[in-house]
């Protein structure tokens, strides 16, 4: 692998960012350029100097070579070979960053046989050199480059013998001379850059600014492609193809950028007869909103077929002379493959509102979100007790245990801390019973698990202050809960029912060890069972058997507007319950919402509470209060001396 | 009655949702049907009268697994399918649910319904016997849903939030015991993903 190792690197000195990877050499390292280059010579060789693009490809398939290389991807080798061609800026650097690199030249197979090849019979050269040189070892030629008197050649400095050796050797009928020399290699910069001024000459004349329109239709009859020697060779309206779209997209390094500047491709009258002549413009351009593929001579939907999954934006392609349109199917199968599609042969064939039907397809479909589902048995448990729980949670954590917990009642919080949240975690971590992250069979799976009302009263004295959104404001609040039997039951051996309780939703949190205050996304999972005979009181039916917390590292996106609001009809609570005596009235429907509408809705607290208008309760809220309802009616009481009469809302 | 030490009860649902965990999303991300890790499908559990798996999804209350299978096969079709647009082709989207969270609480340490009796009394000769294994535990997992569109490679992510109750499963456990694959199933599935 020596070989391609300097090389690469020195290709990537280069100021040209897009180096010689990208593009037209797409499927292989710019160490290879050269060899793979010889190789596409020899297969245009083999095409016949009359064949077209498919005629060439054929033919070069068809020989039935020996070399397994030959059977791999022509049309690879070819952008190869016109990259050798056009790029040739690989052979500048690479010559200066090889320090152990010795430079080879090879004479007298002018003589041979093989140099009647296309190639001149550098293939074949590099190859017998190759061969001959390595006896034990594997040993690869680097840079080459021919020139009309001497075969150039770049080998390691180890394998230099090996090559020497080979002076005498016959090539196809020719013998040959190595030999070592301080020489530089010829440059083949010049000639290089004297082909890639015609192609740029050439593109300049077909690009179509206003329109950004390429239009490298009938590359076969220009002039300029037609007066060059490279492309004579063998004709190949596929190499010119490549090197031009290679040195057109080359000077925009972004996927935007070149959307902007390439919005429509012509490569009408080229005699295709397969995309994969062309494929590569897929890959250039993916994002091309208009193509003109007609005069060409794709004569089934197969032959189109490589561009299946391609050119996603596409909006109108033209076909018209092309075999292809003629079959029953082909519109049908087009707008499956391009679902962007509007216009085909001119003829509008899917109207906008289509295209957009049609580009839902592209999006998953995740199921469905509905409000929340509250099936408790008729008896209103579960809201009663959310009702009396988060106030108190926020509130008087310790009588929140004296009224729903007892010493089998289990707590644990989990959190799955992430990079995108203000709040810091630290406050969490050391209690969370994530398991996931700590292990089945850790210690803390089972010392973060909290049993009984004093140990989790304890715990919750560490952890953040918090301020839950109010029951009545259900789109706060996603709640689910259903009965479920096989509970034990306390006061003996037969089965109880219990309920469960889950809670997704968003608090407001003071971390006031970092004074830090923001919103933390949460999910809440209880079980409540039947209370135990001998619990002291207060005494409810029920108890809390489990209680699970997990914060989350994600905000919820904001909930749809027009969801219903499902409103209950007042009922008495089954269950006296330790807070303000009002009935639920309304449940919980959505998905927390973002946090602007939590902060609207602190406004409006903040200004019914002090009577200032909607502006200054914002600016007291979001001064150092910092969105902290508490902290925000505190600094209202001492600043409301100062504050102007417009502050507050005008009473009539 | 042999009630579970908490430590005992603790390590047993760990490990058994641990397991849980590893085959229920392995099946869901392999896009096979998870129709069998409820106790709906279950003759035990069915013969004993016990009701089918509340399973309720998003907030839609689904009455048997299949349900949900054909739901999570809905998920992985882009939409137009069904509404006859011969105009698209439709290929499945790989669903894959990544689990980042898990937490468990043994919310029955003494589960009986539709025990075998074998694993009801205590056999003096395996001092653990039944132990372990008769355990009723709530399981909440949470973590990210991803959508992947094979064609660009465009990726869409959803959190979801899973709370399951899981039984024991006494056909499995009285055969291969407690370090069986599927030895607990679903009585309960509630799932939203936002």
Known sequence: MAPTGPRNASGNTRATPRASRGGISKRRAPGKTDRDGDVSMDAAAGSGPNGGPAAGRGGARGRGRKDTRGTTRASSRIAENVKNFVGGRDSVATSKALFNKVTLKVSGFQASKAAQNDDGGRRALTDFLERKASKDKKVTIGKSVMDKDYFWISVNKGDVPDFLRLTGFIMAGAPITVEETDEKMPDVSSTTLELKAKLTEVLAKRYNPEQRLLDLSALGTDEILRSMDVFSQGSRAEKAFRALLRIATDQYKTGDEKKEAFQAVSIARNDINDVGQVFQLAIELPRLKRLDLSGNNLDTLAKMSKWRHRFKNLEELHLTGNPVTALSDTVSELLKWFPNLQNLNSQQVRTPEEVAESLKAQQPTPIPQLPSNLRDGDNNVAPAFLQAFFPLFDTDRDRLISEFYDDDSWFSLSAMPGTGRALPWKSYMKYSRNIQQIGSRSASTQQRLFTGGSLIADLWKALPPTRHPGMDQPNQWLIDCHTFPNLADPSGQGFAMGLQIIVQGQYEEADLSANVFGTRTFSRTFILGPSKPNNPPPQHPYRVMSDQLTLHNWTPAAAPASIPTITAAPQQAAIAVPVAPQVVTTLPVQPAVSDDALKAQLIQEVSKRTGMTAEYSELCLSGTANWNFELALKSFEEQKGNLPPTAFIAVA | ?194
Not at chain 2, 52 to 70: F, K, M, Y
Not at chain 2, 103 to 124: E, K, S, T, W
Not at chain 2, 131 to 158: C, P, W, Y
Not at chain 2, 159 to 181: C, E, M
């Open chain 2, 1 to 194: 009655m042999a009630i579970l030490s908490r430590e005992r009860a603790v390590q047993s649902s760990a490990e058994a949702c641990e397991n849980f965990i590893n085959t229920y999303y392995k099946t869901l991300n392999e896009h096979k049907s998870v129709a069998s890790y409820y106790v709906t499908n279950n003759q035990t559990y069915c013969n004993a009268g016990h009701p089918p798996a509340d399973i309720c999804i998003n907030g839609l209350v689904l009455a048997t697994p299949a349900e949900w299978d054909a739901m999570l096969a809905a998920q992985r079709q882009a939409p137009g399918s069904s509404t006859a647009s011969s105009t698209t082709t439709h290929r499945p989207f790989p669903v894959t649910y990544e689990v980042e969270s898990w937490d468990a609480h043994v919310i029955n340490p003494d589960y009986r319904f539709a025990a075998p009796p074998a694993l009801l009394v205590p056999d003096p000769s395996k001092s653990d016997h039944g132990a372990g294994i008769r355990i009723m535990t709530m399981l909440t997992v949470s973590g990210t849903v991803h959508f992947t569109n094979e064609r660009d490679g465009e990726s869409f992510k959803q959190h979801f939030n899973d709370v399951f109750i899981l039984v024991p499963n006494w056909d499995i456990l009285a055969r291969h015991g407690k370090n069986a694959v599927k030895r607990y199933l679903i009585a309960s599935h509630n799932y939203r993903a936002f």
